[in-house]
């Protein structure tokens, strides 16, 4: 009866969007929010009532391990090592998951402090206002569709090897269309709209389904270690371990960033937490030291199997065990990958739903977007929203480019995480001095600039230093003053990042830096979505939001 329902909610809002229901309304119903003085733009908005939530009885261990562990080393890991870092590949991966491991420092910081739905939105709000907070909330969106659209192609990759076939042999090519655009997906497209399915069933039934398959999936990780090192071949480390130099590690390292983003979604999922101020430090830096541990073995066991220039870019997991020798383990692999991929898909699409449901509370985006499905309790128009954007990408889109714009949309939220979290534990309106606040704002446009000037340089200088005898010093020196002549206005209650301003401007300039070795192509696309967010903005969520807030106050 429950998927019955969940199929019956999912026709029904197909239907009203068909019917042109969907409006942007401005003032379509009200929503739950507090005003605080005490610091930036301080507007966050609350969960909504018990009655309009999803169930709160959600177990949190298996998104955990599903989103933050889940399809990431299967996606990309084949293109990074045979085309951008070959076996330094594990150097790529643990790079970029130090930076990821920095940023969830910050993360579990506002998570604990703020258990809220909204994940980074809400964190945003309450510290840089609702502008920077929209901004971002449209990059989280916009990643949230990309990273999905990359894990739906990468199924239709291992599901080809399922079958005995090439990796690109059920996609179909469109020679009319511009390259890179032109291998057509179907195939992602309907795995896509099966997880919708699954994302508007329940909360609980979708995390209890996350938690036993994610065993499952954590014992094929398992698998590919103890068996693929069976067939490891040192002389694939030992000849060329490098083949690209150091660029070639960073621009796989931005790349590879893919496979750490699930833990901005588990912070989605914090209004879902009975004790966050314990379950959340461990679930999110836990599970983020565990699989920097994992990746970087599964690259590692990768590389060895097979010559990073052989190493296919599409489904090279289960590729590798079959040019072993080890055709039997290609299905378990392949398997072991669809599993793992088809339960991101689904956590995924918990994610996004969340973060478009909070967005929708305070009218930035359609309110429509923040109703509850009565049958459910799950936001399904969210849900059918998101996997429609999902889907149109996924069905035209290679990887390389998604991969690049992912990595982009990631990196500068977790720069903007990590700068409100500095301004959280400095600036508190009506206690901070105005000679804090301006020494506050100084240091922290210095510890930007310098972070900007060095991966511009790192960018333009062909493997020069002496830009970094420059910049270096000035990130240095702004974040020792920040340290010494702004006194901390407000400290953690439950939990709090250790050696602030420290963590936190080392995770800026780390982000910073990495975002230095992706293509112009991918930041001028990603500047055209910047573009079209702050039209909408301008015209439609500044206006929608004051409404929404100026009815919140006289009621």
Same mark, same amino acid.
């Given at each position: 009866?429950?998927?019955?329902?969940?199929?019956?909610?999912?026709?029904?809002?197909?239907?009203?969007?068909?019917?042109?229901?969907?409006?942007?309304?401005?003032?379509?119903?009200?929503?739950?929010?507090?005003?605080?003085?005490?610091?930036?733009?301080?507007?966050?908005?609350?969960?909504?009532?018990?009655?309009?939530?999803?169930?709160?009885?959600?177990?949190?261990?298996?998104?955990?391990?599903?989103?933050?562990?889940?399809?990431?080393?299967?996606?990309?890991?084949?293109?990074?090592?045979?085309?951008?870092?070959?076996?330094?590949?594990?150097?790529?991966?643990?790079?970029?998951?130090?930076?990821?491991?920095?940023?969830?420092?910050?993360?579990?910081?506002?998570?604990?402090?703020?258990?809220?739905?909204?994940?980074?939105?809400?964190?945003?709000?309450?510290?840089?206002?609702?502008?920077?907070?929209?901004?971002?909330?449209?990059?989280?969106?916009?990643?949230?569709?990309?990273?999905?659209?990359?894990?739906?192609?990468?199924?239709?990759?291992?599901?080809?090897?399922?079958?005995?076939?090439?990796?690109?042999?059920?996609?179909?090519?469109?020679?009319? /269309?511009?390259?890179? %655009?032109? $291998?057509? +997906? =179907?195939? #992602?497209? *309907?795995?896509?709209?099966?997880?919708?399915? &699954?994302?508007?069933?329940?909360?609980?039934?979708?995390?209890?389904?996350?938690?036993?398959?994610?065993?499952?999936?954590?014992?094929?990780?398992?698998?590919?270690?103890?068996?693929?090192?069976?067939?490891?071949?040192?002389?694939?480390?030992?000849?060329?371990?490098?083949?690209?130099?150091?660029?070639?590690?960073?621009?796989?390292?931005?790349?590879?960033?893919?496979?750490?983003?699930?833990?901005?979604?588990?912070?989605?999922?914090?209004?879902?937490?009975?004790?966050?101020?314990?379950?959340?430090?461990?679930?999110?830096?836990?599970?983020?030291?565990?699989?920097?541990?994992?990746?970087?073995?599964?690259?590692?066991?990768?590389? /060895?199997?097979?010559? %990073?220039? $052989?190493? +296919? =870019?599409? #489904?090279? *997991?289960?590729?590798?065990?079959?040019?072993? &020798?080890?055709?039997?383990?290609?299905?378990?692999?392949?398997?072991?990958?669809?599993?793992?991929?088809?339960?991101?898909?689904?956590?995924?699409?918990?994610?996004?739903?969340?973060?478009?449901?909070?967005?929708?509370?305070?009218?930035?985006?359609?309110?429509?977007?923040?109703?509850?499905?009565?049958?459910?309790?799950?936001?399904?128009?969210?849900?059918?929203?998101?996997?429609?954007?999902?889907?149109?990408?996924?069905?035209?889109?290679?990887?390389?480019?998604?991969?690049?714009?992912?990595?982009?949309?990631?990196?500068?939220?977790?720069?903007?995480?990590?700068?409100?979290?500095?301004?959280?534990?400095?600036?508190?309106?009506?206690?901070?001095?105005?000679?804090?606040?301006?020494?506050?704002?100084?240091?922290?446009?210095?510890?930007?600039?310098?972070?900007?000037?060095?991966?511009?340089?790192?960018?333009?200088?062909?493997?020069?230093?002496?830009?970094?005898?420059?910049?270096?010093?000035?990130?240095?020196?702004?974040?020792?003053?920040?340290?010494?002549?702004?006194?901390?206005?407000?400290?953690?209650?439950?939990?709090?990042?250790?050696?602030?301003?420290?963590?936190?401007?080392?995770?800026?300039?780390?982000?910073?830096?990495?975002?230095?070795?992706?293509?112009?192509?991918?930041?001028?696309?990603?500047?055209?979505?910047?573009?079209?967010?702050?039209?909408?903005?301008?015209?439609?969520?500044?206006?929608?939001?004051?409404?929404?807030?100026?009815?919140?106050?006289?009621?």
């Amino acid at each position: 009866m429950a998927v019955e329902a969940a199929v019956v909610a999912v026709v029904e809002v197909v239907v009203e969007v068909a019917m042109g229901s969907i409006k942007f309304a401005y003032a379509a119903k009200k929503i739950s929010c507090r005003r605080s003085h005490s610091r930036i733009g301080e507007t966050m908005c609350m969960p909504l009532p018990a009655s309009k939530q999803g169930s709160r009885t959600a177990s949190w261990h298996g998104h955990w391990t599903a989103m933050i562990m889940g399809a990431g080393i299967f996606v990309l890991t084949g293109e990074a090592a045979r085309d951008l870092a070959g076996p330094a590949v594990v150097i790529s991966y643990l790079i970029s998951g130090v930076s990821a491991l920095l940023s969830v420092l910050c993360y579990t910081e506002f998570a604990v402090e703020l258990p809220v739905a909204g994940g980074s939105f809400a964190y945003l709000r309450v510290e840089l206002g609702d502008f920077m907070a929209y901004i971002a909330a449209g990059n989280i969106l916009f990643e949230y569709i990309i990273a999905g659209a990359s894990v739906a192609r990468s199924w239709t990759s291992y599901f080809a090897t399922l079958c005995n076939h090439s990796p690109n042999d059920f996609r179909i090519y469109a020679h009319s /269309l511009a390259e890179n %655009y032109n $291998q057509l +997906d =179907p195939i #992602a497209v *309907f795995v896509s709209f099966v997880a919708c399915v &699954g994302a508007a069933w329940s909360i609980k039934a979708s995390s209890r389904f996350n938690s036993i398959t994610s065993i499952i999936h954590l014992v094929v990780l398992v698998f590919i270690l103890v068996a693929g090192l069976t067939k490891a071949n040192t002389s694939n480390f030992t000849t060329d371990f490098t083949p690209f130099g150091l660029h070639g590690i960073l621009k796989a390292s931005a790349v590879l960033f893919f496979a750490y983003v699930g833990f901005d979604g588990v912070a989605t999922l914090g209004e879902e937490t009975k004790n966050p101020g314990r379950d959340i430090p461990i679930g999110l830096i836990g599970s983020m030291v565990i699989t920097i541990v994992t990746y970087c073995g599964l690259a590692a066991t990768l590389c /060895l199997m097979q010559p %990073y220039s $052989q190493i +296919d =870019p599409d #489904a090279s *997991f289960s590729v590798a065990f079959q040019a072993a &020798g080890m055709n039997w383990a290609k299905f378990i692999v392949a398997l072991g990958a669809l599993k793992g991929m088809s339960t991101v898909l689904l956590a995924n699409l918990l994610g996004q739903a969340r973060y478009f449901t909070h967005i929708g509370r305070t009218h930035m985006a359609p309110p429509i977007l923040a109703r509850i499905n009565a049958k459910t309790g799950t936001p399904v128009t969210a849900t059918i929203i998101m996997t429609v954007a999902n889907s149109l990408v996924a069905f035209f889109t290679s990887l390389d480019v998604l991969a690049n714009l992912l990595s982009i949309s990631t990196l500068f939220i977790f720069s903007l995480v990590a700068l409100a979290l500095i301004v959280r534990r400095y600036y508190v309106t009506g206690e901070t001095s105005a000679t804090d606040r301006n020494k506050l704002v100084g240091f922290l446009t210095l510890i930007v600039g310098a972070s900007i000037a060095a991966a511009v340089y790192w960018v333009l200088s062909n493997g020069g230093w002496v830009g970094y005898v420059v910049t270096v010093p000035i990130w240095f020196f702004a974040t020792l003053g920040l340290q010494l002549t702004v006194k901390q206005a407000k400290n953690p209650k439950l939990w709090g990042v250790p050696l602030v301003p420290w963590l936190p401007s080392i995770s800026i300039a780390f982000n910073i830096f990495i975002l230095g070795s992706i293509d112009g192509e991918s930041f001028i696309r990603f500047s055209i979505w910047t573009l079209v967010l702050l039209v909408y903005y301008i015209f439609v969520a500044l206006h929608a939001s004051y409404d929404a807030a100026k009815e919140t106050e006289y009621s």
